[in-house]
């Protein structure tokens, strides 16, 4: 019962806030966020996971997991939680494993995560709410769907210029046409 209250709670919540798909029906965006929400439902769900640090995007059932995990385990947890979804074709699990870091860090890190939304809204051919933005002791990651290799070249660029990245992890997958 849990679950289903989980899940139900998690698609009412990640429906409308899923990241825009263009070139996408509105019937394959509702199966992608519905997949997306089951997916974070059951990282939430998993006591061996965190759903709060790892991201979860879906486009036409490839799914994409990003963000930071203490361990490996929790990694391919995070994997075989998402695999185990009704509607998942593929699992890409860019992931990375990093220990915890101090509340001195993560305020940094929070400050970096936000100058690098704020110069990503500000480019031109940037779909910056098609891109996940994390830091995790200065490394920041790029992560999510987005429409071009240029795209992803770019969203990479304006990151590795903002004062405070260390080093840019750009996992951004170029939708298939």
């Given at each position: 019962m849990k679950n289903h209250f989980l899940v139900t709670?998690?698609?009412?919540?990640?429906?409308p806030a899923g990241p825009?798909?263009?070139?996408?029906?509105?019937?394959?965006?509702?199966?992608?966020?519905?997949?997306?929400?089951?997916?974070?439902?059951?990282?939430?769900d998993n006591r061996n996971t965190s759903g709060t640090r790892i991201n979860v995007d879906s486009y036409q059932g490839v799914v994409q997991l990003s963000g930071f995990a203490r361990?490996?385990?929790?990694?391919?947890?995070?994997?075989?939680?998402?695999?185990?979804?009704?509607?998942v074709k593929q699992v890409v699990n860019s992931v990375v494993v990093a220990p915890a870091?101090?509340?001195?860090?993560?305020?940094?890190?929070?400050?970096?995560t936000g100058k690098v939304k704020a110069a990503l809204m500000d480019a031109a051919?940037?779909?910056?709410?098609?891109?996940?933005?994390?830091?995790h002791d200065g490394?920041?990651?790029?992560?999510?769907?987005?429409?071009?290799a240029a795209m992803k070249d770019k969203a990479g660029?304006?990151?590795?210029?903002?004062?405070?990245?260390?080093?840019?992890?750009?996992?951004l997958v170029v939708r298939p046409r």
């Open positions: 709670l998690a698609a009412l919540v990640f429906l825009a798909h263009a070139q996408q029906s509105s019937t394959d965006r509702a199966d992608d966020s519905v997949i997306a929400a089951t997916i974070k439902a059951g990282l939430l361990s490996e385990g929790e990694k391919t947890t995070a994997t075989k939680v998402a695999e185990s979804v009704t509607g870091t101090s509340m001195g860090t993560r305020l940094d890190d929070s400050l970096v051919d940037v779909k910056s709410l098609q891109i996940n933005v994390e830091t490394v920041t990651q790029l992560a999510g769907f987005v429409a071009s660029r304006i990151t590795a210029g903002i004062d405070g990245v260390k080093r840019v992890d750009n996992v």
